[in-house]
């Protein structure tokens, strides 16, 4: 069947799996050309499929030579249905991991699960032995205990009193005030019980105590902070609060593995287009303009240049890791450099629908955006019919 994509509300439900593969390949072709990067050799990814943890695998087996275990949780395809863009990266990375000769399996689950983090488990022990560097990623707005089996979902929303602040429908290039309210308190507590700390010190304890965790293992997991007109719905609001609670694991997973010679990261990063980000009122109208500023000074960088400069500049094995007075490597270092920042501020008064393609870079996050979903990659026939599996 042929493609299209079908986007509503910020939310793209179809995908493409030859453009998810060669937007796969793209990936691995940049950071092939950029050299080969000193890593640790047994990488496992929670959060693998898309985004920063798919940028994170493919650097670590291309530029680094690892191999890598990933965990993610895509729908597959059905016979009048394409799959996730995840599932169709994951299958588009396993086969050029194989046909590089790099070791590399991926498992299809619940990462929030016990059972799923004990196949994990099961895993390294019978190909590796332990785990030399655990990258976390995950992004999901539902998590079940594992303890108790209750159900907590995560809201994007501020706290305290309403927002409001200009946003940009990115497909139309409409511009016009959205209003948040704020979360209830009963909402606050279920979004840090999601998108907090507490699955990424459950993943680190249970391996430590199953002696799966090498000496010297590091751990990574990822955050954002941006921009004081962000703030309200973000780094203040209930996802902010997931994020600090994030943060604030660091210091728990550093403590946990000091017997190790281990240690526990948090990487704050760039704001880029996401499957998340696209629906967080305010941000794509800021990344709009951030994009075109950051292009015109050359300090442009999609996930794969973000988790090579990370893995090549920040986190070398054997070497110190520059952080900044809480302990988190800020590879968003070029995005909150004042003259960017100062330059995305005025615009952001001056920017309305009428001059959107004028002052913003909203085509290049559209571009994004598509590519994505594996639609608006330069050398797919669109045309054409295609099979969903990608098998």
């Known amino acids: 069947m042929k493609i299209e994509p079908k986007i509503m509300r910020g939310v793209c439900l179809t995908s493409h799996p030859e453009g998810c593969e060669k937007e796969v390949l793209n990936q691995i072709d940049y950071v092939k050309a950029q050299g080969p990067v000193e890593m640790p050799k047994r ?10 943890g798919l940028a994170s695998r493919i650097t670590a087996s291309f530029a680094g030579g690892a191999e890598t275990l990933g965990i993610s949780f895509e729908k597959g395809p059905s016979a009048k249905r394409p799959a996730s863009p995840g599932w169709y990266n994951n299958r588009a990375f396993d086969k050029a991991a194989a046909a590089a000769g790099i070791k590399s399996h991926t498992i299809d689950g619940d990462a929030f699960s016990d059972g799923v983090k004990d196949e994990a488990a099961a895993w390294i022990k019978e190909n590796w032995g332990q785990v030399d560097l655990i990258v976390y990623s995950l992004a999901s707005p539902v998590r079940v ?64 105590e199953a ?23 973000y780094r203040e609001g209930t996802i ?8 604030n694991s660091a210091s728990t997973l550093n403590e946990m593995l000091k017997d190790l010679s281990g240690q526990a990261f948090v990487s704050v990063n760039k ?11 305010v941000v794509p109208l800021y990344m709009a303009l951030l994009f075109r500023i950051m292009k015109e000074k050359g300090i442009h960088e999609g996930c794969i240049e973000q988790m090579y400069r990370l893995f090549s500049d920040r986190l070398v094995p054997g070497k110190d890791v520059p952080v900044d007075e809480k302990g988190r490597i800020r590879i968003d270092d070029w995005e909150m450099r004042e003259d960017v920042q100062s330059a995305v501020s005025e615009l952001w008064d001056k920017v309305t629908t009428e001059n959107l393609s004028d002052l913003s870079d909203i085509e290049g996050f559209r571009e994004d955006f598509l590519k994505l979903h594996g639609f608006n990659v330069d050398g797919v026939d669109y045309d054409k019919e295609v099979d969903l599996s990608a098998e």
């Open 43 to 52: 990488v496992l990814v929670v959060g693998c499929s898309t985004g920063f």
């Open 145 to 208: 205990d594992p303890d108790t089996g209750e159900t907590y979902r995560s809201v994007l929303k501020p706290i305290g009193k309403p927002f409001t602040a200009q946003s940009v429908d990115f497909m139309t290039g409409s511009i016009s005030d959205v209003t948040i309210e704020p979360a209830a308190q009963e909402e606050i507590a279920p979004t840090v019980k999601v998108m907090g700390g507490e699955d990424w010190a459950r993943w680190i304890s249970r391996y430590k």
């Open 211 to 233: 002696g799966i965790l090498a000496e010297g293992v590091r751990t990574v997991s990822y955050s954002y902070i941006g921009p004081e007109v962000t703030y309200p719905v």
């Open 240 to 247: 902010g609060q997931a994020k600090e609670d994030l943060e």
């Open 271 to 281: 704001a880029l287009v996401t499957r998340a980000s696209s629906v967080i009122p």
